[in-house]
């Protein structure tokens, strides 16, 4: 079955959107997020939005995302993938790209082989990107209160993360498809939803 991943800004509403295909597309599936989709993972989950952690320094930032996507991948998402589910994740390699990559100024080449290491080269059929203003994004995140440490960041960073989403595409657009994040929960879910019937990946 396939590997589908969401990724997107602070407060594009990935997490509820994936909340919702978990509702609709029922015990078939497997609906994950990243970072925190094992137990293992919400204790790293912690040290990365806490904001305690404002003194983690962008390479360990990034090894400790690639520490959970690799019990991740490990654990949840290549035993599902194995018995023949469909699994959609909560972010997935290209938030390490655009956020640590882009955003940190990290070298793209170096995480790309820390990937390969933590992941086994696993990498997704179809990656959407939930398409929302930054602005839009950083108002909603306000509105719901209590930043972390990520959403936190100063607006510069969020528009280098923003540059490098459009750059992941543009690199790799056969794998990739925008949606729109704007306006109603129910609007964005039927878009998400016809994307992943267009590509033929519902059970």
């Known amino acids: 079955m396939p590997f589908v991943t969401l990724e997107g800004m602070e407060g594009c509403g990935k997490s ?4 919702r295909l978990a509702e609709r597309l029922g015990a078939g599936a497997v ?31 990034s090894l ?20 023949g589910r469909l699994v959609v994740c909560d972010r997935y390699v ?11 100024g990290l070298s793209l080449d170096a995480i790309r082989r820390v990937a390969h290491l933590a992941t086994g080269g696993l990498r ?12 839009e994004g950083l108002l ?23 540059a490098g989403y459009g750059a992941l595409v543009a690199g790799d657009p056969s794998r990739w498809a925008r949606v729109s994040g704007e306006g109603a929960e129910d609007d964005v879910a039927e878009r998400l939803w016809a994307v992943l019937a267009e590509r033929g990946f519902l059970p």
């Open 64 to 83: 400790l995302y690639f520490a959970d996507r690799a019990q991740h991948v490990a654990e949840v998402i290549r035993p599902a993938l194995a018995a």
């Open 140 to 162: 909603r995140v306000a509105r719901r209160g209590g930043h972390d440490r990520m959403e936190a960041e100063v607006r510069e960073f969020h528009e280098r993360v923003w």
């Open 124 to 135: 997704p059929d179809l990656i959407i990107l939930l398409d929302l203003p930054i602005e």
């Open 94 to 104: 290209e938030s390490s790209l655009a956020y640590q990559g882009y955003g940190r």
């Open 31 to 61: 609906v994950t997020k990243e970072p925190g989709g094992t137990p293992i993972g919400v204790s790293i989950r912690r040290i990365l939005l806490d904001h305690g952690s404002h003194g983690l320094v962008a390479e360990a930032e």
């Open 16 to 19: 509820t959107q994936a909340r």
